[in-house]
């Protein structure tokens, strides 16, 4: 995907160029989770394509969604909590 | 790409420094897409590679392109709206 932080503004930036490109860059990083969240759902969702996706499917693809966010908020409190312990990585 | 010397551009330069940014944009996706359908159909419908696609692959990967889209498409709707939710809490 192209690097957005090519673009480096010098101090007189055009904040109308800024504006744009941080949204663009959002924009991105949305649809590369998509692509992500879309590859291993449909690994676990999907058996043989057919003419449609049927309900269970959908429903198997919007609970792994959910389900994938609750796991990285689950993990990175947990981590955090770890790193407040002293714990964490030797 | 340079750095932009900003400041020095004119309206109509923004505008289309603006179009191609969006197009490279779209078109990496674009792309991102294919990689990921060509794997993933791949995967799905081609079970013995023979010597050439039958029909009968050739319909699955049809299906096959249009259902991943379709998952696609839920999956953005899903996350969008979980975005929403935790907003909104």
């Known amino acids: 995907m192209s690097d957005l932080s090519d673009f480096s503004m010098d101090k007189g930036g055009d904040s ?3 504006d ?10 949305f649809n590369a989770q998509i692509h992500e969240f879309n590859d291993f759902c449909w ?4 058996d043989k ?8 499917t959908e429903t198997c693809i919007s609970n792994c969604v959910e389900r994938f966010i ?4 689950l993990i990175t409190n947990r981590f955090a909590q770890m790193l407040e312990k002293g714990g964490g990585m030797q | 790409m340079d750095s932009l010397s900003t400041g020095s551009l004119s309206g109509a330069q923004k505008e289309e420094l603006i179009d191609q940014v969006k197009q490279q944009i779209a078109i990496a996706n674009a792309q991102e897409l294919l990689a990921k359908m060509s794997e993933k159909c791949f995967k799905k419908c081609i079970n ?4 050439a696609l039958d029909n009968s692959e050739q319909k699955c990967i049809a299906m096959c392109m249009d259902r ?7 999956v953005s709707r899903t996350y969008r709206s979980r975005i929403q939710r935790e907003r909104n809490m």
Do not use: H
Request: hydrophobic share 40%; with cysteine; proline share 5%.
């Open chain 2, 48 to 51: 013995k590679p023979g010597t």
């Open chain 1, 16 to 18: 109308e160029l800024q």
């Open chain 1, 20 to 29: 744009f490109l941080i949204a663009e860059k959002q924009k991105a990083q």
């Open chain 1, 49 to 56: 394509p057919g003419a449609k996706l049927d309900s269970r």
């Open chain 1, 43 to 46: 690994d676990k969702c999907v």
């Open chain 1, 70 to 73: 609750d796991v990285s908020l």
């Open chain 2, 68 to 74: 991943y889209m379709d998952a696609w498409n839920l």
